[in-house]
């Protein structure tokens, strides 16, 4: 996906400009305003899309990473004391 959208951003930035491409992928400027817009589209919907997702991800497995590094009980302990308690209430 990063390779997809480098190459996206190489090839606006060579055909538009390095700073209408990068304008066009913030949102900045329409991708329909283009002179090229078969390639404008596409950057604009990778800068909306997806790599809102690829920084979310990112985030999401160093916070994961955080919360296990300081977890002080087993998950299947966790797990076996809620079974407990939840066959101490039937």
Known sequence: MLTAFLA??????????????????????SPGEATTQWCAWPLSLMGWAA??????????????????AHRTRELQEILE???????ADN
């Not at 004391?81 to 066959?87: D, I, V």
Request: no cysteine; charged share 10%; hydrophobic share 45%.
């Open 8 to 29: 996206l951003y190489i090839i606006n930035g060579v055909l538009l400009g390095w700073t209408r491409a990068y304008n066009v992928l913030t949102g900045i400027d």
């Open 81 to 87: 004391e809620l079974r407990r308690s939840s066959a």
């Open 51 to 68: 790599i809102p997702a690829l920084v979310g991800g990112a985030v999401g497995y160093a916070v994961t990473g955080q919360i296990q």
